[in-house]
């Protein structure tokens, strides 16, 4: 941990969300590696203590809940914004609603590109970002900028889809 860490920001984010809704879980196509893709983001946490060491495994999400998490758990004091469920789902009766926190991938099954998922962890030198109550992960890039004393990176890969696994 750098010198002056006060807290930590998190990221999720999947790079490789396909960009035309139409084609998602059908199956009568599969969607072509080559469709354009953008960002899905799975997690948005901001004020995470100095003092974090570890956030055990499914301390922070038991699966997608539907209309979304009102209280997440897994991070004490943290604060935890919407992800990207909240914007797909938005509209739907039986799912839509303000997804805050970790919601674990989901790609999907008619997809030909493997999916990777980039855990980004920021040590700042603030202990609290200036954030709206109802912030996303642009907002907490947005806080972070000029606060940032050192970033670490992991990433995974994920699919659904039974033609790409092992």
Sequence with gaps: MPAGTRSFALLCIDPDAPTVPETVGRDDLQIPVEQPRGDFVHWAAADIGADTRVIAAGSCSDGVTAKGKQAPPGLPGARQGLNDYTGWFAGDAQLGGDYSGYDGPCPP????????YFFRLFALDVATLALPERFTA???QRAMHGHVLAEAA???TYTLNPALRG
Aim: glycine content about 8%.
């Design 138 to 140: 642009a907002d907490v």
């Design 109 to 116: 099954f008619n997809d030909l590109r493997l999916h990777r």
């Design 154 to 156: 992991v990433y995974g």
